[in-house]
């Protein structure tokens, strides 16, 4: 897949890539910071979203469903106002769908912006008891440009990444991201965030939590 040069984040500005969308966003607004903070929420939702079939619409639902605003939870005054997940971390996909932020696809002028990509994974855990895992790339592509994560980290062939959670608590896999930029593997809450087609069940029976 072709893909244009936005989202080129590496190393040590990872950890900083929510925070700098969220300015990029907020920046030239003409409004002070206390003012974003205690504005009045939700915003507007983005029309990026919800729009290909009732399979997203659900997805969509459910994320911003299972968020809330709670303040005191963050030292990060520009992070008070947006939408919280059940550990008081910031809900970034609530945070995009409901409209909080609007991030740019890149901070240089005259690309192109590209829609999110409509794609489910799914992927058997091997754990027989363990819920299988449904990958969306919609939610990953507002962020991310596929070549941040094709070929490098997964090879976009069916059966050619054998991904293992040990890994991935160790940093590798989805743990480039979760666990440091993205939601963290912890409370078992998280767990099933992804772990959401249970065992013998149909694709249309997800646990979305």
């Not at 003409?30 to 659900?58: C, H, M, R, V, W």
């Not at 754990?127 to 592509?141: E, G, Q, R, W």
Request: glycine share 8%; hydrophobic share 35%; net charge neutral.
């Amino acid at each position: 897949m072709t893909t244009s040069p936005k989202h080129k984040f590496s190393g040590g500005t990872w950890a900083l890539l929510p925070l700098l969308f969220l300015l990029i966003t907020l920046a030239g607004c003409g409004e002070s910071l206390d003012e974003i903070i205690n504005a009045d929420l939700p915003k507007q939702k983005t029309t990026d979203f919800g729009q290909a079939d009732d399979y997203y619409e659900k997805f969509y639902k459910q994320m911003s469903n299972r968020a809330s605003i709670r303040k005191g939870t963050t030292e990060i005054r520009a992070l008070e106002a947006l939408p919280k997940d059940p550990s008081g971390n910031v809900n970034w996909t609530a945070a995009v769908v409901n409209g909080y932020i609007n991030p740019k696809g890149s901070l240089e002028a005259g690309v192109e912006e590209e829609p999110p990509l409509h794609l489910n994974i799914f992927i058997e855990a091997k754990v027989p008891l363990m819920a299988n895992v449904m990958f969306p790339h919609s939610i990953h592509t507002y962020w991310l440009s596929c070549n941040n994560c094709h070929p490098k980290i997964f090879l976009p062939e069916a059966g050619a990444n054998p991904i293992t959670m040990d890994e991935i608590f160790k940093g590798q896999w989805c743990g480039r991201c979760h666990g440091k930029v993205a939601f963290t593997f912890w409370p078992r809450d998280n767990c099933v965030r992804c772990h959401i087609v249970l065992k013998g069940q149909s694709l249309e029976k997800e646990r979305w939590k």
